[in-house]
T-cell receptor, first 116, second 112 residues
Framework: GAGVSQSPRYKVAKRGQDVALRCDPISGHVSLFWYQQALGQGPEFLTYFQNEAQLDKSGLPSDRFFAERPEGSVSTLKIQRTQQEDSAVYLC??????????????FGPGTRLTVL | RKEVEQDPGPFNVPEGATVAFNCTYSNSASQSFFWYRQDCRKEPKLLMSVYSSGNEDGRFTAQLNRASQYISLLIRDSKLSDSATYLCVVNGYAGNNRKLIWGLGTSLAVNP
C-alpha cells in the first residue's frame, strides 16, 4: 500500500478485556515503531522492531503490553486485561532503511482505544 | 524535567502574521531534530528536519542552537491551513535515531 495502515481505527473495550491492534507498515520499511498518544500529549515511545527483532521495548508501560512482528512485516500490539488508563491513540510508524542521516518516520492513522 | 519541552500554547494569530515556536531539549548528545505537524485527530507528519546551519522551506524556517539546546520554528505569512499542533522531536541517543523523544506539541490557530 501507499502508506502505513492500522486496524481497527476505533476500538471500545470493557475493562479487563484483551485487545489486539494491527499495523501494516510501508513495504520495504525494516523499522517499525509503536507509540501511545494520550489526549493533549505528544506520542510516547512504546517499542521498536528492526525486521522481526524487537530491539527496544523499554516504553511498554506494563507486562500487560506485548508486541510482535513475527515475519518482519505486519506487527500486532496486544494489551491484556485493559484498564481505563490504557485509553489513548496507538500510533504505528515505519521507516525505510537509513540512508545517511535521513530518518523520517511515516505514521499510520492510529487506533483510538477507549476502555470503559 | 521532561526531555523535550515546548510551550503548549495555544497561539492564536491572524492570517499573515509571523509566529515562532521554541523547544528545549535536555540530552546534549542528541544528534537529530525534527518538527512534525499534527492535525486534529490525524497522525503526525514530518514538517522538516532541523540542521545545524538552519534550514528554510518556503515560509518555514528551522534553527538549532546546540549551545543552548533549543530548536525553533518560524512560520512567516501564516495561512489558515497552518492551524495545527507542531511537535518538536529529538532523537534519544547520539547517532541513533531509533528512539525519538516527542514534546507535547504547540497548538497554533490562525484566524481570518
Amino acid at each position: 500500500g501507499a502508506g502505513v495502515s492500522q486496524s481497527p481505527r476505533y476500538k471500545v473495550a470493557k475493562r479487563g478485556q484483551d485487545v489486539a491492534l494491527r499495523c501494516d507498515p510501508i513495504s520495504g520499511h525494516v523499522s517499525l515503531f509503536w507509540y501511545q498518544q494520550a489526549l493533549g500529549q505528544g506520542p510516547e515511545f512504546l517499542t521498536y522492531f528492526q525486521n522481526e527483532a524487537q530491539l527496544d521495548k523499554s516504553g511498554l508501560p506494563s507486562d500487560r503490553f506485548f508486541a510482535e512482528r513475527p515475519e518482519g512485516s505486519v506487527s500486532t500490539l496486544k494489551i491484556q486485561r485493559t484498564q481505563q488508563e490504557d485509553s489513548a491513540v496507538y500510533l504505528c510508524a515505519s521507516r525505510r532503511p537509513e540512508q545517511g542521516s535521513y530518518n523520517e518516520q511515516f505514521f499510520g492513522p492510529g487506533t483510538r482505544l477507549t476502555v470503559l | 524535567r521532561k526531555e523535550v519541552e515546548q510551550d503548549p500554547g495555544p497561539f492564536n494569530v491572524p492570517e499573515g502574521a509571523t509566529v515562532a515556536f521554541n523547544c528545549t531539549y535536555s540530552n546534549s548528545a542528541s544528534q537529530s531534530f525534527f518538527w512534525y505537524r499534527q492535525d486534529c485527530r490525524k497522525e503526525p507528519k514530518l514538517l522538516m528536519s532541523v540542521y545545524s546551519s538552519g534550514n528554510e522551506d518556503g515560509r518555514f524556517t528551522a534553527q538549532l542552537n546546540r549551545a543552548s539546546q533549543y530548536i525553533s520554528l518560524l512560520i512567516r505569512d501564516s495561512k489558515l491551513s497552518d492551524s495545527a499542533t507542531y511537535l518538536c522531536v529529538v532523537n534519544g541517543y547520539a547517532g541513533n535515531n531509533r528512539k525519538l523523544i516527542w514534546g507535547l506539541g504547540t497548538s497554533l490557530a490562525v484566524n481570518p
